[in-house]
């Protein structure tokens, strides 16, 4: 295993502004890599951008961000069919999958549809490091919020499930994330729930959560959770969870 062990990073980020390119890698997407463990050559990343349709002028503004930051990258792609003939096969040979945002209930019917949600769930067991952003956190877990329905916040529940948790992204620059999260779990809707400020990712091995890192720093995650209320119903807690600033 290349991870050691079947290792998770769910953000809300990982892009910043470029100097010679619209955009670079920031700090939470190399860290996907180093927690890839590869060293003495190219890490090979694989963007997957089914979330926003596989839209190809994105690609190339990963593909300059990439050159910039040395990685082997490539793309996954399933719009208007897998660039792949084995995609299972493609997978397992990179370091790091990086999934990008977009509709996550679109995802994941599509991957449905193409079986990727098994070969995913192989390809984290082999060691592979799942990452990503937005839609691309929130997928690895049970549901989350979502505005793919339209703008009216949302939950999904039927996440790839490889985490026994939900997932809030953008809790401090989107401001119905925090109080649908809190309502939700008070209501049962969503189980123990785990959000990140725009910066901040979430590190898990195996289905433990172990680290909170950021490339912003002051930002923090959140751990909300049901507990019985004083009136009878549960209630919503938030704890926060402090991060490491990775620059």
């Known amino acids: 295993m290349a991870a050691g062990e079947p290792t998770i990073l769910a953000t809300s980020g990982g892009y910043k502004s ?42 190339a503004e990963l593909d300059q961000a990439a ?13 208007t069919m897998p660039n792949y003939s084995d995609p299972e096969a493609y997978l397992l040979e990179q370091d790091v999958v990086w999934v990008n945002g977009g509709s996550v209930v679109n995802l994941l019917a599509v991957w449905r549809a193409h079986g990727l949600d098994g070969i995913l769930r192989r390809v984290w067991e082999d060691g592979v490091v799942l990452a990503g952003v937005s839609a691309g956190s929130i997928c690895w877990f049970q549901g989350g919020t979502t505005d793919s329905y339209g703008p009216e916040l949302r939950a999904v529940i039927n996440g790839l499930g490889f985490l026994p948790y939900a997932n809030g992204v953008h809790f401090d620059s989107e401001p119905g994330r925090r109080p649908l999260v809190h309502r939700l779990v008070a209501e049962g809707v969503l189980s123990e729930t785990h959000c990140t400020d725009d910066g901040v990712g979430l590190v898990y091995r195996g289905t433990e959560l172990v680290d909170v890192v950021a490339e912003v720093r002051g930002k923090a995650a959140y751990r909300v959770t049901a507990a019985a209320g004083d009136s009878g119903g549960d209630v919503a807690v938030e704890e926060r969870l402090e991060s490491r600033f990775l620059g």
């Open 18 to 59: 470029g100097h010679r390119t619209r955009m670079e890698f920031d700090l939470l997407m190399r860290h996907a890599v180093e927690l890839s463990g590869v060293s003495g050559r190219a890490p090979r990343v694989a963007h997957i951008g089914t979330a926003s349709g596989d839209q190809r002028w994105f690609a």
């Open 67 to 79: 050159r910039v930051s040395g990685f082997d990258f490539s793309h996954l792609n399933l719009f």
